[in-house]
């Protein structure tokens, strides 16, 4: 056993391994809260897979706290009037454009990124979702086609 400067145990010298586990999963966690751009995590393993995660950037983009979205199916908020988006996970990892909702009502075509996480066991534990927008890259390509329909008139 090892003893501190002031007489006490180190919290790694009792349990190093759970030590390492949490401290691992304190830097995971700040590093997904860091990232600039909106993530969530959804439990694969829980019907709908509600979402577990959402960082400052989720509730930036979105306008949901976290508190709003945490144990909501991911599907069903996100794409509400995606009937395929269900089948999304089965293409993981994926790279898929789509058009989300907002809080607000307003949609926004991104670029979702699906990443899966799987436990210590091997089996599936979380769907990642990283969202790129893209609206204004979609508004840009609109413009373009009516500039060219306009050159291309007689």
């Known amino acids: ?26 830097l995971s966690r700040a590093a997904l809260g860091a990232c600039g751009f909106p993530v969530v995590l959804a439990d694969a393993g829980a019907k709908g897979h ?3 995660f959402a960082n400052p950037a989720f509730e930036a983009f979105f306008g949901y706290r ?9 599907i069903t908020l996100l ?5 395929s ?17 907002r809080k607000d009502g307003s949609t926004a ?3 979702l990124t699906i990443g899966m996480v ?15 927008d893209r609206s ?3 508004r840009l390509r609109e413009e373009l086609r009516v500039l060219r329909a306009i050159a291309a008139a007689p």
């Open 1 to 26: 056993m090892t003893v501190s400067d002031n007489g006490l145990r180190r919290r790694d010298d009792v349990a190093p391994a759970l030590y390492r586990l949490l401290s691992d999963s304190a």
């Open 136 to 138: 204004e890259l979609e």
């Open 85 to 101: 988006a269900a089948s999304m996970f089965e293409k993981a990892p994926a790279r898929v454009e789509m058009r989300i909702r």
């Open 50 to 52: 509600p979402i577990t």
């Open 109 to 111: 075509h991104v670029e």
């Open 118 to 132: 799987h436990g210590a066991s091997g089996r599936l534990s979380h769907w990642v979702l990283a969202f790129a």
């Open 79 to 83: 794409f509400p009037e995606d009937e």
């Open 66 to 74: 976290a508190d709003e979205v945490l144990g909501r199916p991911a």
